[in-house]
Antibody, heavy 117, light 106 residues
Framework: EVQLVESGGGLVQPGGSLRLSCAAS????????MSWVRQAPGKGLEWVAT????????YYVDSVRGRFTISRDNAGNSLFLQMNSLRPEDTALYYC??????????WGQGTLVTVSS | SYELTQPPSVSVSPGQTASITCSGH??????ACWYQQKPGQSPVLVIY???KRPSGIPERFSGSNSGNTATLTISGTQAMDEADYYC?????????FGGGTKLTVL
């Protein structure tokens, strides 16, 4: 079955940076769009970014555009989220998800990002 | 920006039918999907493209989408269906989630 395993979360000070990774397996990674979605503690789901199969199209929620960059390595079956200029409101569990059409059919277990001084 | 609106909570008795709505401008012109999230777990897709069920999702889950409203229907609701449910659509190259509905089975 499809596997998505996120890593790279942790505690970072406001203004700092983190790079999240998502290791994909058990499917042909290069055939799919991929997304990052976050969930602040006790809150709902918030879409962060989506990337197409070859990385030529990238879309972001307004609140992270210019600070976060989604990318992928199809040879290594990995998805990334570079997060710069982090703010306390970026604190959340970050999920990667496979995005076959206009939905997200498989999700990882998430990696926790905490932005605090 | 596009918005999807869900009721914060819905209650249902075991064995009865639960309906959760999701409203958005001309939502029926887009594909809607639904996710189930239980405490401490990742979201699970239960309905996609308005009314399709992924493999492994029980038949009691169904969906519809018309006009400005998409609806998730759970027939013969079981205690295990108690969870948060989120609708989602795609608009202008962005993914939009509803605020979520807590389904209580009591």
């Amino acid at each position: 079955e499809v596997q998505l395993v996120e890593s790279g979360g942790g505690l970072v000070q406001p203004g700092g940076s983190l790079r999240l990774s998502c290791a994909a397996s058990k499917f042909t990674f290069s055939n799919y769009w991929m997304s990052w979605v976050r969930q602040a503690p006790g809150k709902g789901l918030e879409w962060v970014a989506t990337i197409n199969q070859d990385g030529s199209e990238r879309y972001y929620v307004d609140s992270v555009r210019g600070r976060f960059t989604i990318s992928r390595d199809n040879a290594g079956n990995s998805l990334f989220l570079q997060m710069n200029s982090l703010r306390p409101e970026d604190t959340a569990l970050y999920y990667c998800a496979r995005t076959p059409v206009v939905h997200l059919d498989y999700w990882g277990q998430g990696t926790l990002v905490t932005v605090s001084s | 920006s596009y918005e999807l609106t869900q009721p914060p909570s819905v209650s249902v008795s075991p064995g009865q039918t639960a309906s959760i709505t999701c409203s958005g401008h001309k939502l029926g012109d887009k594909y809607a999907c639904w996710y189930q999230q239980k405490p401490g777990q990742s979201p699970v897709l239960v309905i996609y493209q308005d009314n399709k069920r992924p493999s492994g999702i029980p038949e009691r889950f169904s969906g519809s989408n018309s006009g400005n409203t998409a609806t998730l229907t759970i027939s013969g609701t079981q205690a295990m269906d108690e969870a948060d449910y989120y609708c989602q659509a795609w608009d202008s190259s962005t993914v939009v989630f509803g605020g979520g509905t807590k389904l209580t089975v009591l």
